[in-house]
């Protein structure tokens, strides 16, 4: 699990009281000074809350080994469930939603468990009709992620933040590549249509006026549009093919 870390600095002030002007310039130093200590305590306040707000997301993980699901003989295991679990919580966050509350933790454990029983039955019916990640796809995939990061040694650091190595995550890379195989063979998409574009463009600029701000013109963020639009409804199709395949599999469910 990612672990955020903030360092804090602090100076050392030395007043110095002359006698002519000292208290208006010891006032002015003692201000400054408690500005100071109150910026201090409260980045202090802001680390020990989010310290513990990271040990209660993880009081939510599993033993890496526990099998948390078996869908068709493949057991999903708690090192899997952890992963997919720290992404759920960080969308709720993001979403401005409490993970820790215990109505939340059991919708993040129940969303956990559903995307990854998902996942492996589309990975399942992909591996049926043979689709499979080459390894220059892996790799040129691969290097695309170390390119995020400024030397190799950061990357490395990452990784081992995040709880997963190499083999895990050259793993993940080639199950993306097979169900975007899988997706664009067996449930393409379609066109992503102008009026969607513009549909979705006016939604945008609704909410950056709200916000009190200028949206880009549409010829601006047009591609970033489609590529979004072109992304959700890809997602919408794999949950419809997952949700297809849970009809005829074996689901056992362990937490």
Known sequence: MKKIMITLV???MAVVLVACGGNEENTEATNDNKAKTAETDQQKEQQKQMEEMQKKLEEQQVDENKTVAIVNDKEILGSDYNIALASVQGQMQLMGQDPTSKEAAEQAKNQTIDSL???TLLLQEA???SYKASEADINKQLEEIKKQFKTEKEFEAALKQSGINMKTLETQIADD???KQYIEKEAPTGKITDEEIKQMYDQYAE???SAGQEAPKLEEVKPQIEQSLHQQKQQEKLAQHAEELK????IDIKI
Not at 247 to 250: L, Q, T, V
């Open 247 to 250: 009809k005829n599999a074996m």
């Open 10 to 12: 602090t100076g050392l």
């Open 207 to 209: 909410q950056a006026k």
């Open 177 to 179: 590549i097979k169900l």
């Open 117 to 119: 029983v998902g996942q």
């Open 127 to 129: 591996d049926k009709k």
